[in-house]
């Protein structure tokens, strides 16, 4: 009976489901996982347990936080380099700010985000995006607060005007450099019949009706899957059901024994899908061109398509599990 509740997946299905309510989600040693405010609110004395408060504006995190939490802005991970305005900061500066913050490679850290009380910003990415690069630089056990700093709050939970008291820890870089691709290697694997790439911008953007690029439209054969569709209506820091998204990925043919290369407009919004995919889904071949639309538009002689489709978009029907 169970193994008909859900199609395709099956038994699988019933067992992710559960498997989310009682977190660390999912199961296994893999880098990123999610989090429920419960669980946060049962372990945020756990020694060694660092909070990292990512929400949009300083004053945000001054005028309420998790209590415990330090704030650590996404703003220092990238910075121009030589003129390109989207590239990673230098590995020393990316370790020094961990370690300012007090994380450890091998300690837990919890990041959250959400719509600054103060600044009234905030899209939600900013979790996901500090979680992959905690991952991508070295940390091996990164939980992200599912719902945010919002969906802690609308369980009534505890808030902090506190600062906490921090030593700068040891944090030493380990670039993993699998997680990500380059554009040279981008243009030779993108068109393979074993890849999938996927857009994460919104529908406007991927169609070419608006945005700031020169080029507007989408890389050819780049399937829209618009990253906040994966994401709560009220809440773009928290998560659908796993049964919405299996229905959305397998909608979209995105087939977990294909490579799927996730992008987007600068390589922030891609995070949320890579993260889905790689650590909450398991996908084998994941990889995020941190560059998107941004750098591949840069080369004049380089095609963008417009319009609401891609060039061959595969639809077929393809278990998410």
């Not at 103060?118 to 995006?129: E, T």
């Not at 802690?152 to 820890?169: I, T």
């Not at 891609?270 to 790689?278: C, D, G, R, S, Y």
């Not at 417009?306 to 639809?315: L, Y």
Request: glycine share 10%; proline share 7%; hydrophobic share 35%.
């Amino acid at each position: 009976m169970e193994e008909n509740m859900f199609t395709p997946g099956g038994r699988k299905r019933l067992q992710a489901k559960s498997d989310r309510e009682n977190a660390p989600y999912p199961r296994g040693d893999g880098k990123v996982k999610l989090v429920t405010p419960a669980w946060l609110a049962d372990h945020m004395d756990d020694a060694g347990l660092t909070i990292i408060d990512t929400q949009p504006n300083v004053h945000d995190y001054i005028q309420e936080h998790i209590p415990g939490a330090v704030y650590l802005t996404e703003g220092v991970l990238r910075v121009s380099n030589r003129g390109f305005p989207t590239s990673y900061s230098p590995d020393a500066c990316i370790q020094e700010s961990f370690r300012r913050a007090g994380l450890k490679a091998d300690s837990p850290a919890v990041v959250y985000t959400g719509k600054g009380v103060f600044s009234g910003w905030g899209d939600g990415l900013a979790q996901v995006m500090m979680a992959y690069t905690l991952a991508k630089y070295g940390h091996d056990t990164v939980y992200i607060l599912d719902g945010g700093i919002d969906g802690w709050k609308s369980e009534g939970k505890e808030l902090s005007q506190e600062f906490p008291s921090v030593e700068p820890s040891g944090f030493t870089v380990n670039v993993r450099n699998d997680y990500a691709v380059g554009y040279d290697e981008f243009q030779k694997i993108k068109d393979n019949d074993d890849v999938i790439v996927l857009d994460a911008r919104p529908k406007a953007f991927y169609e070419g009706t608006s945005g700031p690029w020169r080029a507007r439209g989408h890389i050819p054969g780049a399937i829209s899957l618009p990253w906040r569709s994966l994401m709560d209506d009220a809440n773009p820091a928290l998560f659908k059901s796993n049964d919405e998204l299996d229905t959305i990925l397998e909608g979209h043919g995105v087939d977990r024994f294909r490579t799927v290369i996730c992008t987007c407009g600068t390589g922030r919004e891609a995070t949320n899908e890579f993260v889905l995919l790689k650590w909450l889904y398991r996908y084998p071949n994941v990889r995020l061109y941190e560059g998107s639309i941004t750098e591949w538009t840069r080369y004049p002689d380089n095609p963008v398509v417009t319009g609401p489709r891609a060039r061959e978009e595969r639809t077929e029907a393809a278990p998410a599990r």
